[in-house]
Antibody
Framework: QVQLVQSGAEVKKSGSSVKVSCKAS????????ITWVRQAPGQGLEWMGG????????NYAQKFQGRVTITADESTSTAYMELSNLRSEDTAVYYC??????????WGQGTLVTVSS | EIVLTQSPATLSLSPGERATLSCRAS??????LAWYQQKPGQAPRLLIY???NRATGIPARFSGSGSGTDFTLTISSLEPEDFAVYYC????????FGQGTRLEIK
């Protein structure tokens, strides 16, 4: 069973960018998708977008188009999510998850991103 | 965008009781609905996918039913570890989640 380990918490200024990593182990990285879901403090879950490493294809929620970039490095079994032009409402826990046709089967532990002005 | 509405917002029950959680979609999602459990400070965990299929390692007391626009997650006999927040999620269109149902100890 795959395990996903994410990078540590980040504190960023408004207008800057953040890049969160998600390293997979114990499974086949390239053949499954990796998706990113975020959760603002005390709020519900929001599907941001994902990538299928073997095809190099990405898809993003319309809300984040132009601000988010999801990439994958097959050589290190690591996926990345970069969010730019940060604002206070981007403060959230960001989760990566293994994506089987938009079913999030296994999840990383989450990365808290705090945006301050 | 498909909107998922979960009810009730909060459900108060005792261990051993039966829990019934609902999820209604703004348009048909066929059978493409999943349920997740989230405990405080933890990532969500997949319980049910495609309406009725239990994920690997999920106990048989969890079951899902429904299709189209109306879905139900049933926990047949609550264990202490089942008290958590439950989310439904559709994948018929761009994925979206319901707002969650908090299952609390009465």
């Amino acid at each position: 069973q795959v395990q996903l380990v994410q990078s540590g918490a980040e504190v960023k200024k408004s207008g800057s960018s953040v890049k969160v990593s998600c390293k997979a182990s114990g499974g086949t990285f390239s053949s499954h998708g990796i998706t990113w879901v975020r959760q603002a403090p005390g709020q519900g879950l929001e599907w941001m977008g994902g990538i299928i490493p073997i095809f190099g294809t990405e898809n993003y929620a319309q809300k984040f188009q132009g601000r988010v970039t999801i990439t994958a490095d097959e050589s290190t079994s690591t996926a990345y999510m970069e969010l730019s032009n940060l604002r206070s409402e981007d403060t959230a826990v960001y989760y990566c998850a293994r994506d089987y046709e938009h079913i999030a089967t296994e999840w990383g532990q989450g990365t808290l991103v705090t945006v301050s002005s | 965008e498909i909107v998922l509405t979960q009810s009730p917002a909060t459900l108060s029950l005792s261990p051993g009781e039966r829990a019934t959680l609902s999820c209604r979609a703004s348009q048909s999602v066929s059978h493409y609905l999943a349920w997740y459990q989230q405990k405080p400070g933890q990532a969500p965990r997949l319980l049910i996918y495609d309406g009725t299929n239990r994920a690997t390692g999920i106990p048989a007391r969890f079951s899902g039913s429904g299709s189209g626009t109306d879905f139900t997650l049933t926990i047949s006999s609550l264990e202490p570890e089942d008290f958590a927040v439950y989310y439904c999620q559709q994948r018929s269109n761009w994925p979206s989640f319901g707002q969650g149902t908090r299952l609390e100890i009465k």
